[in-house]
Each structure stands twice: as C-alpha cells, then as structure tokens.
Nanobody, 128 residues
Framework: EVQLQASGGGLVQTGGSLRLSCAVS????????IGWFRQAPGKEREGVSC????????FYSNSVKGRFTVSREDAKDIVYMQMNSLKPEDTAVYYC?????????????????????WGQGTLVTVSS
C-alpha cells in the first residue's frame, strides 16, 4: 500500500523555522518526484515545492522561493522541506504527495491532479 505521512508542523513565531518531513512506504521513492502543497482555511490547495526523482530539479512557488528548501534522503524514504523566515501567511495544513512520474516540469509540478497519492497533512501555524 502506497503511503505518505507528513510531520513536523507546529506553532512558530514570525521569522521562525520548521522542518517538515514526508515519510513514504509502499513504493520505491527514488522512482518518483515528490511535491509539497498547502491549504489554508477557505483557500484552494496551493503547490509549494517539488523535487524530482533524482533531486536534481527543484521547484518552488513564488511565495516561498528563497525561504523554503526541499530535499530528499532516498535511503531513509524521507523527503524534507526546510521552512525559514516563516510568515503568518504561511499558516496552513501542509501535504506531501507523489507525482505521477519522475520528471515534473514548470507546467505540471504545482497541479494537484498530477499527483496520485497524498499524505494526511501537518498543520503549520505562524503567529504574528
């Protein structure tokens, strides 16, 4: 069974940092790109970052570029997202998801329907 489990969320002050983890099982991680999405109350799910299967390509939304860094450790079946300089507008439930393939591109990585399996989400709250 394919499973993804996001963890590492919590409450942090503006300017603080958190590192999210996405632990996967039931498939070979290094065959797939993994994306991170977030959803704030009353808003649509938003693509935040994505890392290709090799780790050689990384994508970020404009809202997090320069503050968030996605990485992967295939030997441990974990994908990370380091979040620095957090802002109140980063408050959301964060999800990791498995991309339909290994090579996301600019036009596909942020589209939820390009992902076939999702984790349960972890809540990040940034206080002002």
């Amino acid at each position: 069974e394919v499973q993804l489990q996001a963890s590492g969320g919590g409450l942090v002050q503006t300017g603080g940092s958190l590192r999210l983890s996405c632990a996967v099982s039931g498939f070979t991680l290094d065959d797939f790109a993994i994306g991170w999405f977030r959803q704030a109350p009353g808003k649509e799910r938003e693509g935040v970052s994505c890392i290709s299967s090799s780790g050689g390509r990384k994508f970020y939304s404009n809202s997090v570029k320069g503050r968030f860094t996605v990485s992967r450790e295939d030997a441990k079946d974990i994908v990370y997202m380091q979040m620095n300089s957090l802002k109140p507008e980063d408050t959301a439930v964060y999800y990791c998801a498995r991309f339909l393939g290994s090579h996301p591109i600019v036009g596909t990585w942020a589209t939820p329907r390009q992902y076939d399996s999702w984790g349960q989400g972890t809540l990040v709250t940034v206080s002002s």
